[in-house]
Structure formats: C-alpha cells, structure tokens
C-alpha cells in the first residue's frame, strides 16, 4: 500500500532531480586545523579555512597531501568555462593558494581523485579514470618532473575513487565499481606486491548501499585501528561523511562498523562534504554549495542533445538490412 513516507521519499527524489538540472555542485578545498583522530568525534564539519574566494569559473575538490610536504596538495581542478577536469598541484601559505602547477599523468581521460601515496621514498599516484576504464598506478619521476606507468590494476572496467591501503602484509585496493549499481557497491582487490598481480577479494562487493561504500579518502590508523571515510550518498552524492572501522579484513572477509555521520556545517558551502584527508596535524576536505548558472544549465542541455543525437544515430545504423 502507498503511504505518506513513500509520498515523501518520492517528493524528494523529484525535488534532487529539479535542483540537479538547475544548479551545479561548486566544490572548494579547505583546511581543518585539527587532527584527524579528532574525525572520530565529530558530527558536523568544524571551522575550515577555504584556500581560496568563490569562483564562478572554476571548482577544486578531493584533495590530497604531497607526501612528504607540509604545505601541497594534489586535488581535482574543474574548468567551469569549458567543462574539462585537470589535477592541479596547490601550494599554500599563510594569504592561501601561493603556487598552482598542472600535473600532467599520462593518460587521455578526464582525470580527478588523485589519490597519492608514498612507498620506499618514492611518490605515486593511482588517479581515478573511469572514463578510460582503466586503473593505473604511476611513479613521479622527481629528475625530470614527469610520471611514468608503474602497474596496471584494471583494464576494461570502470573504476571509481580507489584508494590504496596495507594491512597484515598484503597491498588493499578498495574501490566502486561502475558497472555495478554507481555509489552503490565497495570491492577490493589485493596483492603481495604493488606491480600485482591483483587478485578479487572473495566476498566482492564487500560493501552495498549508498549511506557508506564510496569512498571520500584515504583509509587511516589511530591507536591501531583502522577506519575508512566513507560519501553518505543517501540524499546526494558527497552530501555528509561517515567514519567506518575496519573490524575485519583478510582475502576471505570483510568487516566495517560505523563510527560517525559527519554534515556539512560551513554556510560558505552547506550543500557537501565528502572528502577527509590527514595533513600533518591537520586535515584537508572540501565543501559543496549548488550554485545556479545559466552556462552549466546550457551546457547540461548541450550534452544530453549530443547524447540523444548520438543514440538515434546508433539505433538507425541497428535498423538497417
């Protein structure tokens, strides 16, 4: 039988629709002086110090520390003008942004997530690239600035928001697989070694449900335990942050348990948080705001036409003898 909170749930489905037509989602990255084991007890975002003013033409969002450096991080620079995503490597000081510098991975996909880590004194990156489905882990090469191919993980598949993680011995990558239900579903892969081979967890997805498997950071460790944020995707994707901890995780099984929902609170940007990244002693995130613009609006309408032009074409060349 229908019922009032079908109703509402239904009402609201409609009303994201009409907002998500209507506005885009203006990202921007900031910094949390606090820690992040202090995450574990947070409900609501604390005070951020945003690196920069509202800009209509552009968004940063999904940031990441350079390893091993105190003041730059790597995160997701969308070009508001012509609609295209480049990684960007952002250097603070005490006013804000004091340097900006593209970083040029060698793959031919809109690139974003840049997940970084640092093994062995050597920096890598594993950048999110679904629309190449293909996920690959590059080197920096610090003698000429560039980055070069180190593993392929995935060919063929669609990956979304991996981050890489070790634990009891093995290499963990976890990651949303696109071909499934989108920001439905967490899978891992592991391997004994970081060029792989990397083999499916048994349980896979080990994680279903949009409240908690996307990932919104890097897992990290506070008096030994491990804890993974989480996109609660519930109402929106990257709309508030959760906590897990890890309880088990072996080739054959896989455990989380919440720990805490984490809701946008800045009013510069009310609308999203779903970012969570350690920097030294403090934390690194990024906030949303829907913002109306008639360009993004025209250019939504653009890409459905081309989308639409694109499909007759097919099913026309279907139909013939």
Not at 6 to 30: Q, S, T
Not at 127 to 136: D, F, G, Q, T, V
Request: charged share 25%; with cysteine.
């Amino acid at each position: 039988m229908f019922s009032f909170s079908d109703a509402r749930f239904g009402l609201g489905r409609v009303i994201r629709r009409v907002r998500g037509a209507l506005f885009y989602p203006h990202w921007m990255v900031g910094v949390v002086d606090q820690p992040i084991e202090n995450a574990l007890g947070w409900t609501e975002m604390p005070p951020v110090r945003w690196v920069e003013a509202f800009d209509r033409t552009r968004t940063l969002a999904a940031p990441f520390p350079w390893p091993g450096s105190p003041d730059t991080f790597v995160c997701e620079n969308f070009d508001l003008k012509v609609h295209q995503a480049r990684l960007a490597a952002v250097k603070l000081d005490a006013n804000g942004i004091a340097a900006e510098v593209n970083l040029d991975v060698p793959l031919s996909a809109p690139l974003s997530f840049p997940f970084l880590f640092m093994r062995d004194g050597i920096v890598y990156a594993m950048p999110e690239s679904s629309a190449s489905r293909r996920l690959e882990i590059f080197r920096w090469q610090e003698h000429d600035g560039t980055w070069a191919p180190h593993a392929v993980v995935f060919e063929d598949k669609p990956v979304f928001n991996a981050v890489l993680f070790e634990k009891d011995g093995w290499f963990w990558i976890a990651y949303t697989d696109l071909t499934q239900t989108p920001q439905d579903n967490l899978n891992l892969m592991y391997s004994s070694r970081l060029a792989g081979p990397w083999r499916h967890h048994a349980a896979n997805p080990v994680q279903t449900g949009r409240e908690a498997s996307l990932n919104g950071g890097p897992f990290f460790e506070v008096d030994g335990r491990l804890y993974r944020p989480a996109q609660d995707c519930s109402e929106v994707q990257g709309g508030a942050l959760r906590i897990r901890e890890v309880v088990v995780c072996t080739p054959l099984a896989y455990k989380e348990r919440n720990v805490t929902r984490i809701v946008p609170s800045s009013s510069a940007y009310p609308d999203g948080f779903h970012t969570l990244t350690a920097w030294g002693d403090k934390c690194l995130v990024d906030g949303m705001r829907l913002t109306f613009s008639l360009r993004h609006l025209w250019h939504r309408m653009g890409r459905r036409l081309r989308h639409e032009e694109a499909f007759l074409r097919r099913s026309a060349g279907r139909a013939r003898p």
